[in-house]
């Protein structure tokens, strides 16, 4: 009898420790099939995968949703007076602001290059046109002020659209040899014309010596087109400026070499407007040394 009982409590006892290493064999394989599970899903993006906002690289946002910057992409209302410093994109391809400069002209030969820069916050003419400049709209679309005393060479040949007179725009003029207002501290008034295709003509005249122009000009919701080309012949240089959502100014450089009865032709034109409301090409001032 007591072996009996012996033998029994010896099998419960195998059967218990059995029990207890399949159990813990049981528990092993679910960990590492979480383990294993948990190493499949795919990891979190990194910082530098995701655009601002948390928004991932290479996703744009929705047409008419606010952007980073708070604008929703599309040209709204503007007001002339207004320079962002980042801009949203065209909304077309936009052609390059300047054509490369050409190589070097031999002594006695025609030259000409085009460039373009930000306009300077003040620009004075008596000290940038040694040789001549124009003012205009000082007083309305019609006005001029020039140089007095000055050599004459710049000439105004019209363009089509109608001149107005503007006194806002971002950039001053000021000069202290003019006529028929002697000087100006700062002025801020210039003209403007509205529609693609209008714009203005100017001529500066050869005198046989390399001479340096400078044309202060601007736009407004619009594309302007610089063109300038010797009545001598020769190809064109061309440069562009372009804002499709407020105003922007620049200061175009062109040099020449001219004789003497030739002349540098400029026509300063809107080649795209952006708005229906007047997207137009101004001109503050022209000045030659």
Not at 44 to 69: I, N, W
Not at 78 to 104: I, K, W
Not at 207 to 221: F, N
Request: include cysteine.
């Amino acid at each position: 009898m007591t072996a009996g009982v012996t033998r029994s409590v010896s099998r419960r006892a195998r059967r218990r420790r059995r029990w207890a290493v399949e159990g813990a064999a049981v528990l092993v394989c679910l960990v590492v099939l979480i383990s294993y599970l948990s190493t499949r899903s795919g990891p979190e993006p990194d910082d530098d995968q995701a655009g601002p906002g948390g928004v991932p690289a290479g996703v744009a946002h929705s047409p008419g949703l606010p952007a980073a910057d708070g604008r929703t992409g599309e040209a709204g209302p503007a007001t002339p007076g207004l320079r962002p410093r980042q801009r949203p994109p065209s909304p077309d391809p936009t052609p390059p602001a300047s054509e490369p400069a050409p190589p070097p002209a031999r002594p006695g030969s025609t030259a000409l290059s085009l460039s373009r820069a930000e306009m300077p916050a003040s620009v004075d003419l008596t000290a940038v046109g040694t040789r001549d400049w124009v003012h205009f709209g000082e007083r309305d679309g019609r006005s001029t002020i020039r140089k007095r005393s000055g050599s004459g060479e710049i000439i105004d040949g019209g363009g089509a659209g109608r001149r107005v007179g503007w006194d806002g725009n971002q950039e001053y003029v000021r000069w202290s040899d003019g006529t028929p207002e002697r000087s100006a501290n700062g002025t801020s008034n210039g003209v403007y014309t509205c529609g693609a295709g209008n714009g203005f003509s100017l001529a500066i005249a050869g005198s046989g010596a390399p001479r340096t122009v400078q044309v202060y000009a601007g736009i407004w919701m619009a594309r302007g087109r610089l063109e300038a080309r010797l009545s001598t012949g020769g190809p064109a240089r061309v440069a562009r400026l372009e804002d499709p959502y407020t105003s922007q100014s620049a200061q175009f450089t062109i040099r020449f070499t001219l004789p003497k009865g030739a002349r540098l032709l400029l026509n300063w034109t809107v080649e795209k407007v952006f708005t229906p409301h007047c997207g137009n090409v101004g001109l503050q001032a022209v000045t030659v040394r």
